[in-house]
C-alpha cells in the first residue's frame, strides 16, 4: 500500500493553522503539525484523530529560532511523502517602527522571511523531484497596502509574496507540475490582533474574514493553480482600485489609517 501523503503544517496551534490542518486532515492528509505551545497541538491532533482517522505528528518548535528551523527542516528532509508544506506561522508587531522593540522586529522577520526561506528549500527538494506538491504562503493583502504603524509586519509580508511569486514562475519554467501559491487574506478573526491588542471595532465588520473560508478559498483556488489568492471579491477589490491610485493619493489615505490605529 503507498503512504497517504503527508501535510506540514507552521502556526498549527491556532488561526489559519488550524483551519488548514482540519481542512487537510477532512481531504485525507496525515498531518505534521508545528508551533510553539504544545498542549494546544495536543488537543488538536487528538480531534484531528478522532473525526478523520488520520495519522497527526506534533513537532513543538519556534520558528524564530536557528534550532526550531532546524527541527522542522529535518523533518521535511525525512519525510519522503510530503505533499503539503503550509507556511502560516506568524505574528505582529504594533507601533511605529522606530519605538517598536527591536528584538520583537528581529524575531518577526525571522518567522516572516528566514523560517519559509529554510523550509520552501528544503521541501522543493523532494517535490520537484517527485514532480508533485504544494506549498502555500500565507502572506497578507498588506504586501500590497503598506500603512504607517506595520511597516516590518507589511514589508516581511511582501517579501515573501515576491518570494513565492518568483518560485511560482521558476517551476513553470523548468516545466515542473509543483505548485506554489500566495495566500493574501485581509482581516481574518483569529487570535492574531488579540495578541498585538488591537481593537476589533476600528474595522468594519464587514471586512472581517472567517478563517475557514480563507483556507476553503486557498484550496479551491489551487485547482486552478492560481499563484496569488486573496479572499474576498472585497479585498480583491481594494487592491485592483488601490494599484490604480497615484503613489501620492495611496500614501495619503496610508498615513491617515495610521494616524487612526495609533490613537487606540
Not at 524575531?107 to 526561506?117: I, Y
Not at 528549500?121 to 502555500?136: C, E, K, N, S, T
Amino acid at each position: 500500500m503507498l503512504p497517504r501523503s503527508v501535510a506540514l503544517v507552521t502556526g498549527a496551534s491556532a488561526g489559519l493553522g488550524a483551519s488548514f490542518a482540519r481542512a487537510l486532515a477532512a481531504r485525507g492528509a496525515d498531518l505534521v503539525l508545528t508551533a510553539r505551545r504544545a498542549e494546544r497541538l495536543a488537543d488538536l491532533a487528538k480531534r484531528l484523530r478522532s473525526d478523520y482517522g488520520v495519522e497527526v505528528e506534533c513537532l513543538t518548535a519556534d520558528l524564530a529560532t536557528d534550532a526550531g528551523v532546524a527541527a522542522v527542516k529535518a523533518k521535511i528532509e525525512a519525510t519522503s511523502s510530503l505533499c503539503w508544506l503550509i507556511n502560516n506561522a506568524g505574528f505582529g508587531v504594533k507601533g511605529l517602527f522606530h519605538q517598536a522593540a527591536i528584538d520583537d522586529l528581529d524575531r518577526m522577520h525571522r518567522l516572516h522571511v528566514l523560517a519559509p526561506l529554510q523550509l520552501t528549500h528544503a521541501a522543493l527538494q523532494g517535490m520537484v523531484a517527485r514532480d508533485a506538491g504544494v506549498i502555500i504562503n500565507v502572506a497578507s493583502v498588506v504586501s500590497f497596502l503598506p500603512v504607517a504603524g506595520s511597516v516590518g509586519y507589511g514589508a516581511s509580508k511582501s517579501w515573501l509574496h515576491v518570494f513565492s511569486e518568483g518560485i511560482h514562475l521558476e517551476l513553470k519554467s523548468c516545466g515542473s507540475k509543483v505548485r506554489i501559491q500566495s495566500l493574501c487574506p485581509g482581516y481574518t478573526v483569529t487570535e492574531f490582533h488579540d495578541v498585538i491588542g488591537m481593537e476589533r471595532a476600528l474595522v468594519p465588520k464587514y471586512l472581517w474574514l472567517e478563517a475557514p473560508y480563507v483556507v476553503e478559498e486557498s484550496l479551491q483556488a489551487l485547482e486552478r493553480n492560481d499563484l496569488l489568492v486573496i479572499p474576498s471579491w472585497k479585498y480583491r477589490l481594494i487592491v485592483r482600485v488601490a494599484r490604480c491610485l497615484p503613489s501620492h493619493v495611496r500614501h495619503a489615505i496610508a498615513v491617515r489609517v495610521g494616524r487612526k490605529t495609533q490613537r487606540h
